[in-house]
């Protein structure tokens, strides 16, 4: 078992940047594939970035590559999400997720979620 807490959303102006962070309970925080989800209202949940446990292989959405860096210090059982040049878009709310394995994309690969963190671009 796995608990996530997500936590450094917040409003920020276009252009600008933001780090959200997610806190890992465990002691084999290190072997976990972490996620983040993004998911707008009325919008299904979608895949941001991952980062490998065993590689610490990356994996990013086409429409993040070059502007979001995901990172984890696993001795600190933490995965950060560093957005750069965001975007003005909808409130969505960001989801940390973990499972052992990298599947792929789908949420329905990851079993444990965080609560999420709400993330609000302004133009």
């Known amino acids: 078992q796995v608990q996530l807490v997500e936590s450094g959303g917040g409003l920020v102006q276009a252009g600008g940047s933001l780090r959200l962070s997610c806190a890992a309970s465990?002691?084999?925080?290190?072997?976990?594939?972490m996620a983040w989800f993004r998911q707008a209202p009325g919008k299904e949940r979608a895949f941001v970035a991952a980062?490998?446990?065993?590689?610490?292989?990356?994996y990013y959405a086409d429409s993040v590559k070059g502007r979001f860096t995901i990172s984890r210090d696993n001795t600190k059982n933490t995965v950060y999400l560093q957005m750069n040049t965001l975007k003005p878009e909808y409130p969505a709310v960001y989801y940390c997720?973990?499972?052992?394995?990298?599947?792929?994309?789908?949420?329905?690969?990851?079993?444990?979620w965080g609560q999420g963190t709400q993330v609000t671009v302004s133009s």
């Open positions: 980062v490998v446990g065993w590689s610490g292989n990356t």
């Open positions: 465990g002691r084999t925080f290190s072997i976990y594939t």
């Open positions: 997720a973990a499972d052992l394995d990298y599947r792929g994309t789908g949420s329905s690969q990851y079993r444990y």
